[in-house]
């Protein structure tokens, strides 16, 4: 359900002090932000911006905390209207470490997504699906374009900002862009930079998408979609964001039931599936279902270009100028973002800075699936008023 916010209608932004608008809890809204100039060059002319919210912005807008989504996510944080559980419930609602019978809580679809802000499928002035024409867009664009979105709302300076994987760059790019906005940002399961490792894998997974032959150079809008590509990219993407121990204590080299590779009939026209082959056609169907291609690539190379010292003199001249209080996590079986990039990044800023430990067995999605770990610390160092 996504409702027209009421501040989208004035380009005035709320006066902290002044009373906050009213929300319903987990209800997807959107604002327009105006036109936005883009890092790499060009210009979208007019951005909207889909967002959820839960909890009640104080008087003087000093309760309010923004959590970022990784790259397939969506605005869904917490339980909300119509009870629809969200991604991150162990971390967000009443009572829990993001306490929002305390906290305002907001939670933003990225510049280029595909859940109600301004993408590719998204119409043009002309009222055509942008498709290939959709500009490149970089994280630091998207936290531009929040920080318009945190003007509607009258938040002038963040509580905290926090977010995981893709959602953990944008916090840090929070940090160093809006030094003076954010009071804590917590970045989890990321480092500074994408490497050239994680470069080369979001590059088969783009690959796999351009090289589907219903991709049309990402004009496919009106016809048939290129579902083989997404699939495929998703496949390449989840093998990275799970561990070998958790493959072989789920999957071992079980066959699928009766589609045992080993014992299908003479002459038949497949060979039937392992078990983790199975798995991983789920989880392409599961996406392919809710995620539109292009947005996949752009944010694929949104996150690609995700280094924090561009532009500003490297890594520890670009975290000096950052005031907020980090609070650094990593998970230690990931083998996408290792924990040795949060050592890295922690190293680089001032002062003493440790890096928590998830311990999961699962690999990168521990920041998803074991974030409660670290809810008493975040109670503790974060989310105290």
Known sequence: MTVADPLAATAVPAVPGTEAPVHRDG???????????LEAGGALPEVELAYETWGTLNAD???????????????????????????????????????????????????????????????????????????????????RAEARLADRLGIRRWHAVLGGSMGGARALEWGVTYPDRVRHCVVVAIGAYSTAEQIALAQAQLLAIRQDPHFRDGDYYGGPVPASGLGLARRIAHISYRSEPEFSFRFGRR?????????????????GRYQVESYLDHQADK??????????????????????????????????SAKAEFFLAAVNSDRLYFPDQS???????????????????????????????????????????
């Open 61 to 143: 807008a000093s309760n309010a905390v923004l959590i970022q989504h990784a790259l397939t996510g969506d605005t869904h944080v917490a339980q909300g209207h119509g009870l629809e559980p969200g991604w991150w419930d162990a971390l967000v609602g009443p009572g829990k470490p993001v306490d929002t019978n305390r906290f305002f809580v907001v939670a933003a679809n990225m510049l280029g997504g595909c859940y109600g802000s301004t993408g590719p499928s998204s119409p043009d002035p002309d009222g055509r699906a942008w498709g290939s024409r959709f500009p490149f867009v970089t994280i630091r664009d998207s936290v």
């Open 343 to 385: 050592e890295e990044l922690a190293r680089a800023l001032p002062g003493e800075v440790p890096v928590h430990t998830i311990d999961a067995k699962i690999g990168h999605d521990g920041f998803l699936t074991e974030i409660g770990q670290l809810g008493p610390e975040l109670r503790r160092k974060v989310f105290t008023l």
């Open 255 to 271: 066959g699928q039931g009766a589609e045992n590779p080993l014992e299908a009939p003479a002459g038949a026209a497949s060979r």
């Open 27 to 37: 209800v997807v809204r959107t604002v327009q932000i105006g036109a936005l100039q």
């Open 287 to 320: 996406l392919v279902q809710r995620f539109d291609a292009n947005s996949y690539v752009i944010l694929t190379e949104a996150l690609m270009s995700h280094d924090v010292g561009r532009g500003r003199g490297g890594l520890q001249r670009a975290l000096a």
